[in-house]
């Protein structure tokens, strides 16, 4: 079974650019979670999708945004860029949108601003 | 707003010590979640407790979930240096879907 991936992997951007990221879900699940990373930091949580919606978003900037498509794939998008968004950018999916549910996470996307 | 708070924050051990790092949320968790991230890695799920008081074995790992559902503890015996990395709790909030994650404890293992 394949896991969750991400591209790109890394993603090099100037102050005031716009980044996209992508996540592809397991096969069979339907919510998919966004968080960022700061080096050596904690998990911060950003957006949560499931069918295609947006179920909850954490204390970030309209500045970051995303979607969910119908085959659940998702976009994380960060208009505006600045340089504190330098991070790793973790995008997980889990079965349904059950709470219980474990995430699985991919690999992630190291966006650097310089 | 709610906060999931873990200590330490880093731990250092000699290989064949024990490893305890405890979970503390603000509010009630309905189920708590432990994941492992290697150094260069993504977070890996590990286990969840649901029920109050529940305690689960994975080999030298015990998870435990408090009583009032609002701490948690994972408690590696013996270390290996396999065992590196950031240790980190998660559960939803009560009456909320967002995820928290803990704060993290970076373990390190010295041969």
């Known amino acids: 079974e394949a896991g969750v991936t991400q591209s790109p992997t890394h993603l090099i951007k100037t102050r005031g650019q716009q980044a996209t990221l992508r996540c592809s879900p397991i096969?069979?699940?339907?919510?998919v979670y966004w968080y960022q990373q700061a080096l050596g930091l904690g998990l911060q949580f950003l957006l949560w999708?499931?069918?295609?919606?947006?179920?909850n978003r954490g204390n970030f900037p309209p500045r970051f945004s995303g979607r969910q498509f119908p085959n659940y794939s998702s976009e994380l998008n960060v208009n505006a860029l600045e340089l504190e968004d330098s991070a790793l950018y973790l995008c997980a999916s889990s079965l349904a949108g059950d709470r219980n549910q474990p995430q699985h996470f991919g690999d992630g996307t190291r966006l650097s601003i310089l | 707003g709610q906060q999931v708070m873990q200590i330490p924050q880093y731990q250092h051990v000699q290989e064949g010590e024990d490893f305890t790092t405890y979970c503390n949320s603000s509010?009630?968790?309905?189920?708590i979640q432990w994941y492992k991230q290697r150094p260069g890695g993504h977070p890996v799920f590990l286990i969840q407790?649901?029920?109050?008081?529940e305690v689960k074995k994975q080999k030298r790992l015990t998870f435990q979930f408090g009583e009032a559902k609002k701490n948690s503890s994972l408690h590696i015996t013996a270390t290996q240096t396999t065992d590196v990395g950031t240790y980190f709790c998660?559960?939803?909030?009560?009456?909320?879907?967002?995820?928290?994650f803990g704060t993290g404890t970076r373990l390190k293992v010295l041969a």
């Open positions: 509010t009630t968790l309905s189920n």
């Open positions: 407790l649901v029920k109050s008081g």
């Open positions: 096969s069979g699940h339907t919510s």
């Open positions: 998660a559960g939803p909030g009560s009456g909320t879907y967002k995820y928290i």
């Open positions: 999708y499931d069918e295609g919606e947006e179920r």
